[in-house]
């Protein structure tokens, strides 16, 4: 049903434009599965922050308010990690659909929703604390130069100008939510055996994880090639099997998200 949908979906939005987008169908297969990777990166943080708020709020003293722990206490706020997480993989995520567009020969790279979407993202970048605002900025500026230089039809020099600039900025940020994934699951483990949590709930948030790194390795395998692509100019059908390929990975781990989210609502 989930790929019926998704093929009236590139259906109709081949009807809508025409033959103007070359590729559109596995373009809009593509950006549609990383739709569904940044809603399983937001299904992760929201599973961290279970663990992390039990965790650090043994660490409190439950006769006194101490306002640097405020967001243990409020049902809505996000960790740090969270923060960096949500934020800078949603860029990461867009930069890399503008490479595909820049892959496909096409010039018209996002519609006005992902560029709204970014707009949002660079303003709660002024939410970020403890210098996560810096790093996390740093790849939403790149997606949004990128944008930018693509919407407005720039000559090729000067898109893979900023290419060679900010794609080493985006893959690093990547390679540091990845290894991010080794403390946060110390701080599960942790307000598991500090809180009577369950052992079982703390596998499946293991294998989350675990499907959280496949995803992002399969993002930063994407950025890579769509890079290389992008430099050596025409490549045609080879770039439109990239985007189906990837597309069939990213959707599997996500379902396996999805799948430990719904087990670890309410873990505590």
Known sequence: MFFFCRFIASL??????GCTVPGTAAFQDY????????????????????????NRKNRTDAATFDPDFADV?????????GLRITEGFAAAT????????????NTLSLQQPQIDRLTVAAANTATLVGGLGDEVS?????????????????????????LHDNTGAVDTFLEVIREDTSSM???A???????????????????????WVLLIDQTRKDLAILKARAEMGNSGQSVISLLSDSAVRI????TEIDAAYDALVGVF
Not at 73 to 81: C, E, Q
Not at 189 to 211: I, P, Q, Y
Not at 251 to 254: G, K, L, P, S
Request: hydrophobic fraction near 45%; charge should be neutral; charged fraction near 20%.
């Open 12 to 17: 109709f939005c081949l009807l809508m434009v």
């Open 31 to 54: 950006r549609a599965s990383y739709d569904a990777a940044r809603a399983a990166s937001v299904r992760v943080v929201d599973a961290y922050n279970q663990y992390d708020k039990v």
């Open 73 to 81: 206490y409020s049902a809505t706020a996000l960790s740090p990690i």
């Open 94 to 105: 867009t930069y890399n659909e503008v490479l595909a567009r820049y892959a496909e020969n």
């Open 138 to 162: 740093a790849v939403i500026g790149a997606a949004q130069a990128l944008v930018n230089l693509s919407l407005a039809g720039s000559d090729r020099q000067e898109f893979l100008r900023n």
């Open 185 to 187: 699951y110390q701080t």
């Open 189 to 211: 483990r942790l307000a598991t055996a500090g809180s009577g949590g369950s052992v079982e709930k703390l596998e499946t948030f293991r294998g989350m994880l675990a499907d």
């Open 251 to 254: 959707d599997r781990h996500v």
